[in-house]
């Protein structure tokens, strides 16, 4: 499922290429649906070859394709079923004027409850650690936060969807807006 989720536009590390982030909320890794999301730098994208290479043929096997984006860039689930990347957002960084922020979300992750977590770019490599974590609702388990994340373009806010969210067990679905410090 790489590619589910899709966004690009503005720039996460220090070069002048906006960039891209890519989910996929199937990745497995050795835990089912554990999903993962991909940073891919705008350079990387450039210095693609634009022409097929003779004598070159697509892999038969899907999965040998998405390969081609650096392992060293990607932003995996914590568990199981996680389903990290199902919505993924480029974040305006309040702390870094020109850059952004690679957001996640996984709707199933935090045992259900969903969330979504804030990445940096440092050095031209992820941060170990998410610079901003959202937890999804504890009285409503499985309201799927993080199913879907739109970031704001030029103001450091992002909107995180829980389409099965509600503390009052109606299931009416809820959007939070989140300003970032």
């Known amino acids: 499922r790489f590619g589910d989720s899709v966004d690009g536009g503005l720039r996460v590390d220090t070069d002048a290429v906006p960039d891209l982030v890519a989910g996929a909320y199937a990745y497995d890794n ?3 649906d554990r999903g ?5 730098s705008g350079s990387w994208v450039e210095g693609l070859a634009r022409d097929n290479a003779a004598g070159w043929v697509l892999p038969t096997d899907a999965a040998t394709a998405s390969h ?5 860039n990607r932003i995996l689930g914590e568990a199981a079923r996680d389903e990290a990347g199902r919505g993924v957002a480029l974040v305006p960084d309040p702390q870094r004027s020109g850059r952004a922020l690679v957001a996640v979300g996984g709707r ?5 409850a969903g969330g979504a977590s804030l990445w940096r770019v440092t050095g031209g490599a ?3 650690r998410p610079a901003v974590v959202i937890g999804g609702e504890t009285l409503a388990p499985y309201g799927q936060l993080g199913d879907l994340l739109v970031g704001h373009p030029t103001e450091p806010w992002i909107a995180v ?3 099965y969210g509600d503390a ?3 299931d009416e679905g809820v959007i939070y807006p989140f300003v970032l410090p």
Do not use: N, T
Not at 36 to 40: D, G, M, Q, T
């Open 68 to 72: 081609l984006v650096p392992v060293s």
């Open 30 to 32: 050795g835990d089912i």
């Open 108 to 112: 199933f992750a935090g045992a259900g």
């Open 168 to 170: 009052q067990w109606i």
């Open 161 to 163: 969807g829980a389409p």
């Open 36 to 40: 993962a999301a991909w940073w891919i």
């Open 126 to 128: 992820l941060e170990s």
